[in-house]
Nanobody
Framework: QVQLVESGGGLVQAGGSLRLSCAAS????????MGWYRQAPGKQRELVAT??????NYADSAKGRFTISRDNAKNTVYLQMNSLKPEDTAVYYC???????????????WGQGTQVTVSS
C-alpha cells in the first residue's frame, strides 16, 4: 500500500516562508511525477508545481516565489514557498504518479493535505 504524507504547513504572515515536505512510502517500484496542488475554500483544486526527472513545471502564481525539489533516495518532494501572500491560503496536497510493480501501470496517489494559512 502506498502512502503520501505531507508536513510543514502552518500559519505565516504575508511575506514569510514555509517549506512543505511529502514522503511517499510503501511498495513503490517507480515514481514518474511528483507534485503539489492546492485547494482554497470554494475553489477547485489547482496545480502549484510538478517535478519529473530534472524537469519542473509551475503555475503562473507560483513562478518566482515557489521552488519544487525532490530527493529520489527518500521518495520525498519539497515545496519551498517564499514571499507568501494571503491568496496562497489553501490546503496543499501532494500528488504522486507511481507504480508498485514492474508490470503495473502508473497510478495517481494523493496525500491527505496540509493547511497553509497566510495572514495579511
Amino acid at each position: 500500500q502506498v502512502q503520501l504524507v505531507e508536513s510543514g504547513g502552518g500559519l505565516v504572515q504575508a511575506g514569510g516562508s514555509l517549506r512543505l515536505s511529502c514522503a511517499a512510502s510503501g511498495s513503490i517500484f517507480s515514481i514518474n511525477v511528483m507534485g503539489w496542488y492546492r485547494q482554497a475554500p470554494g475553489k477547485q483544486r489547482e496545480l502549484v508545481a510538478t517535478i519529473s526527472g530534472g524537469s519542473t513545471n509551475y503555475a503562473d502564481s507560483a513562478k518566482g516565489r515557489f521552488t519544487i525539489s525532490r530527493d529520489n533516495a527518500k521518495n520525498t518532494v519539497y515545496l519551498q514557498m517564499n514571499s507568501l501572500k494571503p491568496e496562497d491560503t489553501a490546503v496543499y496536497y501532494c500528488n504522486g504518479i507511481l507504480k508498485v510493480g514492474m508490470s503495473t501501470p502508473y497510478r495517481n496517489y494523493w496525500g491527505q493535505g496540509t493547511q497553509v494559512t497566510v495572514s495579511s
